[in-house]
């Protein structure tokens, strides 16, 4: 049968076949497009995340930073506190002799004798 030949019915067929390979690449161009979307949205997650990622990291470092400053200077408190109660206290003889007389008064009191 030649092409001229054809009925109503091939030209119906061949309408058809048209429609269907017209939706298949209308439906491969939507699939290209969607899959560029998911790439996009993909990019953009992942510097989302690197970004998060670098201000938690200046963050931690900024908190570590501040923490040994501050236990830096509490040790260096605490050492010259310590450095300081290290050196002996000199009792100058008048301090001594007040110190003998308050002795005495607390043990004569304890005994029942009048300071």
């Given at each position: 049968m030649r092409r001229s030949d054809q009925g109503?019915?091939?030209?119906?067929?061949?309408?058809?076949?048209?429609?269907?390979?017209?939706?298949?690449?209308?439906?491969r161009a939507d699939i290209e497009a969607a899959r560029l979307e998911i790439d996009d949205?993909?990019?953009?997650?992942?510097?989302?995340?690197?970004?998060?990622?670098?201000?938690?990291?200046?963050?931690?470092?900024?908190?570590?930073?501040?923490?040994?400053?501050?236990?830096?200077?509490?040790?260096?408190?605490?050492?010259?506190?310590?450095?300081r109660l290290l050196v002996p206290h000199v009792i100058s003889p008048e301090q001594l002799a007040d110190l003998g007389r308050q002795v005495r008064a607390v043990a004569r009191s304890c005994v029942g004798l009048s300071p």
């Open positions: 109503p019915l091939d030209s119906a067929a061949e309408a058809a076949i048209a429609r269907v390979l017209g939706a298949e690449s209308a439906a949205i993909a990019d953009e997650a992942r510097k989302a995340a690197r970004a998060l990622g670098d201000r938690t990291e200046r963050r931690i470092r900024a908190l570590t930073a501040a923490f040994e400053r501050e236990s830096a200077a509490q040790l260096a408190a605490i050492e010259a506190e310590a450095a």
